[in-house]
C-alpha cells in the first residue's frame, strides 16, 4: 500500500489560495477516482474537488473553514500501487475543476504567496490577491499586521479584524480575561425541552459574500430607483412559444434571455451603466459581460454571459441555462465568474415586488426583475388588467444621476 496526497489546487490564474469550506468524506471513507471528496472556496469560485485516486482516506489535513496556500497538503488517501504513487498529487484534479484558459505572462503561473513570516529579511513580504486588494480598498498596511496563518501568514479574516480594531496592529495576540474566557466558553446543552438560540457556523460563502456585500456600501454612493414595465405581449408570446421552444432546444423558455437582450440594447444607448469607477476616471466598457445572480443552497454566485450582446436569443439561451445549471450544481470554472461588466437578478420567483439590490463591485449598476403581476392600469381613458413587473436599478451615484 501506498499513499497518496491530495493538495489544494488552483482554481485558476492568480489565485493564491483557497478555504476548505466542507469535507464531502472523512476520515476512513473509501474514496472512489473522480468522487467528489471536499468543497473548496476561493475568491473568485467555489467548487467540488474530485479526488484523482482510488483508496481510503486516512488522515484530513486541513480543517474546514481553513485557508492555505495552493499546493498545501490538504488530505492523505491510502491506495493500492507502487512507491511512486506517492509522489503523485492532485494537480490533475485540480486541471479537470478548473481549466485554466491562459497562462501567466512569460515568468509563468504565480507563485503562492509566501508566509510573511519567512520573508527574507529587508524584503517586504508577499500576500494573496484578496489580501492585497482589500488592504489596499482601506488603505492599510498588510506589512503592518499580525497574521494567523500558517507561517504567520496574514488572511482576509487577520485584515478585517486589524481594521475594525482601528488600524492598531497588537504586538502579541491579545490574552482574554477570566471573564471572557467564561463568555466564550461554549454553551452548555439545552433543556430537554429544545435549545432557543443556535450559533450557525459561517461557511467560507457566507463570510465571502458578507465581505464582498459591505466593502460595496462603503465603496459606492447607492441610489436606486423603480419603474413599472407592461410586459402584457411579452407574457402571452412566451407562453405560445414555450412548450414548441422546448421540444426544439432541450431547454426551457425563461424570461431572462428577453431581458438580456433589452439590458445589452440599454446599456448601449447609456454607456455609463456599464463602467467602473476608477481615479484616473470613469472606465467605459465596449463590450457587454452580463453576471446573473443564482442562489445555491449555501449563498449566491454570479455566473457571468460573456459577450451577451453578440448572441443570438437560441444561443443566450442555452448560456443562461448553462450556467445557472452548472451554477447550482457547483460545476463553474474560475473564468465562469469573471469579467462581468453588469449584473442582473431576477428575484421574481420569490414573490418580490420591490427590491434594492447591492452593486456587484467594480460594476455601476445592477438591475432586479420582480415579480410579472396581473393589475389594474390606466389605458387611455380606461381601465384594463394587464401583466406588469417592476424593474429596480441601483447605481454607482459617483458615476451616474438620477437622469
Known sequence: MAVAQIKMPQLGESVTEGTVDRWLKQEGDFIKRDEPIVEVVTDKVNAEIPSPFEGKLVKIEVAEGTTVEVGALIAEI?????????????????????????????????????????????????????????????RVDPAQITGSGDGGRVTRDDVLAYIERGGAAPTAPPQPSPQAERVSQPTPPAAADGAREELVRLSAMRKSIAEHMTRSLATSPHAWTLQEVDVTELVRYRDSEKDGFQRRNGIPLTYLPFVIQIVCDALKEFPFLNSSWTDDGIALKRYYNVG????????????????????GFVDLARAVNDLVTRARDKKLKPEDVQGGTFTLNNTGPTGS???????????????????????????????????????CISFDHRIVDGM
Open 78 to 138: 491510502e491506495v493500492d500501487g507502487a512507491a511512486d504513487e506517492e509522489t503523485r498529487t492532485s494537480e490533475p484534479a485540480a486541471e479537470a475543476v478548473a481549466q485554466a484558459t491562459a497562462e501567466e505572462a512569460a515568468s509563468g503561473p504565480a507563485a503562492p504567496a509566501a508566509p510573511a513570516a519567512e520573508a527574507p529579511a529587508g524584503e517586504r513580504p508577499r500576500f494573496s490577491p484578496a489580501v492585497r486588494r482589500l488592504a489596499e480598498e482601506h
Open 292 to 311: 446573473l445572480a443564482v442562489a445555491v443552497p449555501d449563498g449566491l454566485i454570479v455566473p457571468v454571459v460573456k459577450d451577451a450582446d453578440r448572441l
Open 353 to 391: 415586488v420591490a427590491s434594492q439590490p447591492i452593486i456587484n463591485q467594480p460594476q455601476a449598476a445592477i438591475l432586479t426583475t420582480e415579480s410579472i403581476v396581473k393589475r389594474p392600469v390606466v389605458i387611455g381613458d380606461g381601465i384594463a388588467i394587464r401583466q406588469m413587473m417592476n424593474a
